[in-house]
């Protein structure tokens, strides 16, 4: 499974960016795509998750209401939605695949290389 994250930039507080995360490879490996995060000095940290079928959905609590998750099956592309961007938002956001529905990174075997979504204040 290969992942390619895009989409990342430079936008001020209350701005909006749309990441894609756009998926080749074997369909089974890829039953949920999540999104984490990680700040500089912290660790890494889940953002969202959806399954590949049906589309069922979870999100980390810190960003409910803001962040929304979806994909295009057709174009086998997850998006992140982000909305009302905070500065605490600012972070290297990588996409990964799992064969579970889970928020633990561990359980993400297949991962994308990052893109830089920096807010400023």
């Known amino acids: 499974v290969q992942l390619q994250a895009s989409g990342g930039g430079l936008v001020q507080a209350g701005g909006f960016l749309r990441l894609s995360c756009a998926a080749s490879g074997r369909t089974f490996s890829r039953s949920a795509i999540g999104w984490f995060r990680q700040a500089p000095g912290k660790e890494r940290e889940f953002v969202a998750t959806i399954r590949w079928s049906g589309g069922t959905t979870y999100y980390a609590d810190s960003v409910k209401g803001r962040l929304t998750v979806s994909r295009d099956n057709a174009k086998n592309t997850v998006y992140l939605q982000m909305n009302s961007l905070k500065p605490e938002d600012t972070a290297v956001y990588h996409c990964?695949?799992?064969?579970?529905?889970?928020?633990?990174?561990?359980?993400?075997?297949?991962w994308g290389q990052g893109t830089q979504v920096t807010v400023s204040s």
């Open positions: 990964a695949a799992s064969t579970q529905f889970t928020v633990v990174p561990g359980d993400y075997f297949y």
